[in-house]
């Protein structure tokens, strides 16, 4: 079974500039989250999507963000305009949607911007 | 904020057992300890999770104190490839919430 993919494994962009990351979960996870560390930062959660519905945006850094996920299967997460302080590596997870209190997140291999 | 505390590093020899331990004094009853790991430039990894009972898998042991204040991940036979940051979770917000990660440990296993 395919773990969580992200694309593009790298971008350098440059500031001002728009790009798009995209996150494949595992089929079946209804839940999708996104996470990014900044340089010298702790991973930091950014936005929880149930199927298509932003479950949890708490921790969008601000409205250059924007995530969707029409569908409910692969998330898209657009900056827009890139900023220095936006790079670092960007981390996407995925878990099924159960009533345990085992839900694991897998991770992705995340996605390693650079903003010049 | 983390509601969790490690120490920045550890070494280890390999073969021996690695103890990493957390402080999480601000506990609620209901939250749980999860363990997650990063090898280098890949993602977060799951180890193991636990309650208030200890709890042991095919890649670790965790051991949470009596009054769930603190916990010890034990990597029973650390190899090279265990060497990582790892990172003590308390979970919020149930078995879907978000995970709020802290500096973690960087462990580092030696030959």
């Known amino acids: 079974e395919a773990g969580v993919t992200q694309f593009p494994s790298h971008s350098v962009i440059e500031k001002g500039q728009t790009v798009t990351l995209r996150c494949d979960p595992i089929s079946g996870h209804d839940n999708l989250y996104w996470y990014r560390r900044v340089m010298g930062k702790e991973i930091k959660f950014l936005l929880h999507?149930?199927?298509?519905?932003?479950?949890?945006e708490s921790g969008m850094p601000n409205n250059r963000f924007l995530a969707e996920r029409t569908g409910g299967t692969y998330s898209t997460l657009k900056v827009q305009p890139a900023e220095l302080e936006d790079s670092g590596v960007y981390f996407c997870?995925?878990?099924?949607?159960?009533?345990?209190?085992?839900?694991?997140?897998?991770f992705g291999p995340g996605t390693r911007l650079t903003v010049l | 904020d983390a509601k969790t505390t490690q120490p920045p590093s550890m070494d280890c020899a390999e073969g021996r057992a690695a103890n990493l331990p957390c402080n999480h004094s601000?506990?609620?009853?209901?939250?749980?300890v999860y363990w997650y790991r990063q090898i280098h430039s890949q993602g977060p990894q799951y180890i193991i999770h636990?309650?208030?009972n200890n709890e042991t898998n095919e890649m670790a042991s965790l051991i949470i104190t009596e009054d769930r204040k603190s916990s010890t991940l034990i990597l029973p036979h650390a190899t090279l490839r265990d060497t990582a940051v790892y990172y003590c979770?308390?979970?919020?917000?149930?078995?879907?919430?978000?995970?709020?990660f802290g500096k973690g440990t960087k462990l580092s296993v030696k030959p």
């Open positions: 997870a995925s878990s099924p949607l159960l009533a345990s209190t085992y839900n694991e997140q897998f």
């Open positions: 601000t506990i609620s009853g209901n939250e749980y």
């Open positions: 979770i308390v979970r919020v917000g149930g078995s879907q919430g978000n995970l709020i």
């Open positions: 999507f149930v199927k298509e519905s932003k479950q949890d």
């Open positions: 636990g309650l208030k």
